[in-house]
């Protein structure tokens, strides 16, 4: 007889370690115990340096730092969407270790809040990208608007933004709750028993789609034009250009490198659910092995954010260290200087260029700021 490995007792597709399918069963103990040493290390570790980071952003953006531009909105937004996920890895670890014990209301937000913030958080990285791009194509004065219909629209993006995170988040609202599974309890989404395989299988291709191929597929399109009207910026040395290119290749090779080992595992599991590709056990520890660690390092990303999105932006360092400078000054000790890295700020000529005689500022340029 073959034997097939799947999620829980009569195919509820559920997200505990444990695969039975008919009379074959698979334990799971040493997933199980891998993940209760593992998943709380790493967990500690990024809330440590995720809160630190995302912390700072959120402090200078919302009350010394005024919001220019939509990515200056989408940093803020993306910093407490961080913040808000990396406070559901305690709750996580605690479960990885002892099993869930606060109860089913509690493991419903948890799990709420974990999805949402992860979606918004991709999202956010795509409109980053759109306005960077929208930045260089489309705003041949270089200015930025602040009037109030422009701050509206502002905010409708970033409600969009958080209203499809929430939806995406939604599932896990519903279904999650805690079931006692193998001496323990435990936070898991629990399906109903018609609609688990299809559910289960969906709900793995969307968040793979929203959560990873749609913001990377807009990141790459957006930073080749910006890159590509970098490269061909009028009156801009060389070593400025490509400091501002590699910026971009370090955005996109970061996203690839963190989330794309994550979203293969679980277009795996999807289809493993869809086709019952799964016949080892063997092959089913290794899978959720992979998805603990591939799921951590996609975790990572959140710290990663402030130094890509925000620390590289010389105002928000200037703003920093000048802040250092002030707090020194006050505890008495008077710096002489304070290094400042100049910004990479490019004008890029566009094709409607109005040359004037007198050689004044009459030419519609675009500003792209690293």
Same mark, same amino acid.
């Given at each position: 007889m073959e034997d097939y490995y799947h999620d829980e007792e009569d195919l509820n597709l559920n997200d505990s370690y444990e695969y039975?399918?008919?009379?074959?069963?698979?334990?799971?103990?040493?997933?199980?115990?891998?993940?209760?040493?593992?998943?709380?290390?790493?967990?500690?570790?990024?809330?440590?340096?995720g809160l630190a980071g995302n912390g700072l952003v959120v402090v200078v953006y919302s009350s010394r730092l005024r919001l220019r531009?939509?990515?200056?909105? =989408?940093?803020?937004?993306?910093?407490?969407s961080d913040l808000l996920l990396l406070l559901t890895l305690p709750f996580w670890a605690a479960d990885a270790v002892h099993g869930w014990q606060l109860g089913s209301v509690a493991c419903k937000l948890t799990s709420f809040l974990y999805s949402t913030n992860?979606? =918004?958080?991709?999202l956010m990285l795509a409109c980053i990208s759109v306005d960077r791009y929208l930045a260089v194509t489309q705003n041949p004065t270089g200015r930025t608007g602040t009037g109030?219909?422009?701050?509206?629209q502002w905010l409708l993006v970033c409600v969009v933004l958080w209203g499809v995170a929430s939806f995406l988040g939604l599932p896990e609202l519903i279904f999650s709750t805690v079931k006692h599974s193998h001496h323990r309890m435990a936070c898991t989404a629990v399906y109903p028993h018609e609609m688990a395989r299809a559910a289960k299988a969906a709900?793995?291709?969307?968040?793979?789609? %929203?959560?990873?191929? %749609?913001?990377?597929?807009?990141?790459?399109?957006?930073? =080749?034009?910006?890159?590509?009207?970098?490269?061909?910026?009028?009156?801009?040395?060389?070593?400025?250009?490509?400091?501002?290119?590699r910026v971009l290749l370090a955005v996109v090779a970061?996203?690839?490198?963190?989330?794309?080992?994550?979203?293969?595992?679980?277009? =795996?599991?999807? %289809?493993?659910?869809?086709?019952?590709?799964?016949?080892?056990?063997?092959?089913?520890?290794?899978?959720?092995?992979?998805?603990?660690?591939?799921?951590? %390092?996609?975790?990572?990303?959140?710290?990663?954010n402030p130094v890509l999105y925000a620390f590289i932006g010389s105002s928000f360092r200037g703003h920093v260290l000048k802040v250092a400078k002030c707090l020194g000054q006050r505890i008495g000790r008077?710096?002489?200087?304070?290094?400042?890295?100049?910004?990479?700020?490019?004008?890029?000529?566009?094709?409607?260029?109005?040359?004037?005689?007198?050689?004044s500022e009459d030419q519609d340029t675009s500003t792209f700021t690293i």
């Open positions: 039975n399918y008919e009379h074959s069963v698979c334990d799971k103990e040493e997933v199980r115990s891998f993940g209760s040493v593992f998943l709380p290390v790493i967990y500690a570790l990024a809330l440590v340096v531009t939509l990515t200056d909105v =989408c940093i803020l937004n993306l910093a407490v992860f979606s =918004c958080g991709m109030a219909r422009v701050r509206g709900l793995e291709l969307l968040e793979v789609t %929203l959560r990873f191929l %749609l913001p990377f597929l807009v990141m790459v399109v957006c930073y =080749c034009w910006v890159g590509r009207a970098l490269s061909q910026a009028v009156g801009v040395r060389r070593d400025r250009k490509w400091r501002a290119l970061v996203f690839l490198l963190t989330q794309l080992p994550y979203n293969v595992v679980k277009l =795996c599991r999807a %289809l493993d659910v869809i086709y019952i590709l799964v016949t080892d056990c063997d092959v089913s520890k290794g899978m959720d092995r992979a998805l603990q660690v591939t799921e951590s %390092l996609a975790l990572t990303h959140a710290c990663i008077h710096p002489r200087h304070v290094n400042e890295e100049p910004a990479v700020e490019i004008s890029l000529n566009t094709r409607n260029q109005t040359h004037s005689q007198s050689g």
